[in-house]
């Protein structure tokens, strides 16, 4: 069989234009195009209606990579007909900012808006940072800057209190997806082109991606040059071509269907089951499969309360921390964070008295809205209140000696009741002992 090329002249696309990478021949060009952050450009969404007012302001994009930054800048730029300047915060320097912001100066006297686009502006030092106020401020140019990092700790106040922060969020699978479909078929992606991919396959491709529209184009872009080509040109990639370039195998595992709760479910099992070991190859599922790491954190987070709760104080903490640590990390290097998480949430002491009680005070809450808060511990911020009793009988607990006061705090109908019950299982045994006594004084006779 020959081998054909996808550069042969049988492809309708220029060879410059092909030989260009697939993620700049599909960066959209207007706002149709573009693909995710509805909560900022959808229907009635604040930077959407600045857009269509044609009222920009400078503003900082703090997102991670491949979110469409860059892209939604010169989107930007376009849509407002303004003269669209980059920077680079790595190697330029104070003298060329301030040459660029005289061409700037020299459009406003024309009549031109300026729209100067600086990436990773995090990387500007401080007195780079500085040489665009005085231009920012005169409105010389409207200042759109990308970061990855946190703006409220990497660019200067004064600058930062010049611009709108918009927080760009990560891709979803299904954003990945349908732009990976639609690449196959756009004239500008592979639409010339034959090209037999299994959808699924492409589900593959935009969980690997994390979120990032560059990577998922990337991969699939490899994919397709490495894939099996026919004597009628046509190309077919196969799971084994992707896998070999994804330098993985693809897991079986579908993020909305069956196998992603299932998996989520033996990893929570297994940790209650106090089995690390198991714990730990279902994590490792997950993530290789191409989870998002949030998703695990968060139920780490739920498990610490639900099945530790208070027998390890440390439980809570430390998954809070894990899930810190996957933002400030990401993928592969988070990895670790939960590994670490789901050990030690392994082998914690085990209750879920936590869980129970608010189990059991949510029943007696849903069925018992009308219960009314006792006279007692009622605010009595104006007169009347007070005239009417509210806040009468309340006794200050700091004031009295056990810093306990001798009252109850639960409706009449529910004076009873008794949700926390706890067990005798690690730190949670000191919490019992501290209840009982609390009960037995709050309870008790009034001494004589």
Request: a negative charge; hydrophobic letters at 40%; proline letters at 4%.
């Amino acid at each position: 069989m020959d081998q054909l090329s996808l550069f042969d002249s049988q492809n309708e696309y220029s060879l410059s234009r092909t030989m260009a990478p697939l993620a700049d021949r599909m960066r959209p060009t207007d706002l149709e195009d573009y693909i995710g952050q509805e909560h900022l450009l959808g229907k009635g969404m604040i930077l959407r209606q600045m857009l269509e007012r044609d009222q920009i302001c400078s503003m900082i994009f703090w997102g991670p990579p491949g979110v469409g930054k860059t892209t939604l800048a010169k989107i930007i730029a376009k849509r407002t007909k303004s003269s669209f300047l980059t920077f680079s915060a790595v190697t330029s320097s104070i003298k060329e900012i301030k040459d660029i912001m005289k061409q700037a100066e020299d459009n406003r006297a024309y009549g031109v808006r300026t729209l100067c686009f600086v990436d990773e502006i995090h990387r500007f030092n401080k007195a780079q940072q500085d040489a665009f106020l005085p231009y920012v401020e005169r409105g010389s140019i409207t200042l759109i800057g990308a970061t990855t990092e946190n703006p409220s700790f990497e660019i200067n106040a004064a600058l930062l209190s010049r611009c709108k922060v918009f927080v760009l969020k990560e891709l979803t699978a299904e954003n990945l997806t349908d732009l990976l479909s639609r690449t196959l078929t756009d004239e500008h992606g592979f639409g010339g082109m034959d090209i037999h991919i299994d959808s699924s396959l492409l589900e593959v491709i935009a969980a690997f991606a994390n979120g990032d529209a560059r990577t998922a184009l990337n991969t699939l872009e490899m994919a397709v040059l490495n894939g099996e080509i026919s004597p009628d040109g046509s190309i077919t990639v196969t799971r084994p071509v992707l896998e070999q370039c994804l330098g993985k195998k693809t897991l079986l595992y579908d993020k909305k269907g069956e196998e992603h709760y299932n998996l989520i479910s033996a990893l929570h099992k297994s940790m209650r089951n106090s089995d690390p070991d198991a714990a730990l190859y279902w994590l490792a599922r997950m993530l290789e499969a191409g989870e998002d790491p949030l998703f695990i954190a968060r139920r780490l987070v739920r498990f610490a309360s639900e099945d530790v709760g208070l027998a390890d104080n440390q439980a809570l903490p430390l998954a809070v921390a894990a899930y810190q640590a996957c933002h400030f990390n990401g993928m592969p290097e988070c990895n670790l964070n939960l590994a670490q998480a789901v050990v030690y949430l392994s082998l914690a002491p085990r209750s879920n008295a936590v869980y129970r009680a608010y189990e059991s005070a949510r029943t007696d809450a849903l069925s018992r809205l009308a219960e009314p808060v006792p006279l007692n511990i009622r605010n009595a911020p104006t007169q009347l209140m007070a005239d009417l009793h509210y806040g009468e009988g309340y006794t200050y607990a700091h004031d009295t000696k056990e810093k306990i006061a001798r009252m109850t705090c639960l409706p009449d109908g529910l004076k009873d009741r008794r949700y926390y019950l706890p067990t005798e299982e690690g730190s949670e045994i000191i919490f019992k002992e501290r209840l009982e006594k609390s009960r037995e004084f709050r309870l008790g006779p009034d001494p004589e």
